[in-house]
């Protein structure tokens, strides 16, 4: 079965600086698709960034980019130039190629200190 | 651009009572998912319909069903209940096959309090 696992609770950053994410998973399939996922206080789900695993190109958007490492199982999410507004839940999640439910990480909260 | 239209927004019902969730997926999108979100917690996969028919069933209590009609809207029917329900609900749309956007669409979700 695929796992999800992000091993930091919480995160701080400083407004205008960078931070980094970690999130890992464990697979046997070939084909997959990665995302991040922002959970604000209001609660809404929204799409961060995504990643095909076919893609060797690191997917980016805007001050948002994943360092993707298909052999480690590695899907960092940067963010740079924090701002007041990325503060939220963060959530890494997998989708195979076979089966279209997502597989949730537990989240990251981001804190952005002003 | 349309979005996935959720309703009620907010829900309050009492133990052994009956809820209906409603979700409105994206024009053209074949695929529905609910997940349910507890406080704190990621949120936990349910069920998934795609062309009206479920594709996937996750960890849905035997006191739920769902159904996805045939323009495409889905119900999530929820009876009997219990203080354990009260969580954030969701529901995702997509387009599966055919097109290369393989992301998911979340509505802004129902919030089910149980009392």
């Known amino acids: 079965a695929q796992t999800v696992t992000q091993s930091q609770p919480e995160m701080s950053v400083q407004e205008a600086e960078t931070v980094t994410l970690s999130c890992t998973y464990d697979t046997s399939e070939s084909d997959y698709y990665l995302f991040w996922y922002k959970q604000p206080p209001s609660r809404q789900m929204i799409l961060v960034i995504r990643?095909?695993?076919?893609k060797q190109q690191n997917a980016t958007e805007n001050r948002f980019s994943v360092n993707f490492q298909k052999a480690a199982k590695s899907f960092s999410l940067k963010i740079s130039d924090s701002q007041l507004g990325d503060a939220a839940m963060y959530f890494c999640a997998y989708r195979g190629d076979s089966n279209y439910q997502l597989i949730w990480g537990a989240g990251t909260k981001l804190i952005i200190k002003p | 651009a349309a979005g996935v239209i959720q309703s009620p927004r907010h829900l309050i019902k009492e133990k052994r009572e009956t809820a209906t969730l409603k979700c409105y997926p994206i024009p053209r999108h074949d695929t529905v998912y609910w997940y349910q979100q507890g406080p704190g917690q990621d949120p936990q996969f349910l069920i998934s319909f795609y062309e009206k028919m479920q594709s996937d069933k996750g960890s849905i209590p035997d006191r739920f069903s769902a159904q996805q009609f045939s323009d495409y809207h889905s119900e999530l029917n929820m009876s009997s209940l219990e203080l354990g329900d009260s969580a954030l609900y969701f529901c995702a749309s997509s387009l599966v096959g055919g097109s290369a956007n393989y992301g998911y669409t979340f509505g802004s979700g129902t919030r089910l309090t149980v009392v």
């Open positions: 990643q095909e695993a076919y």
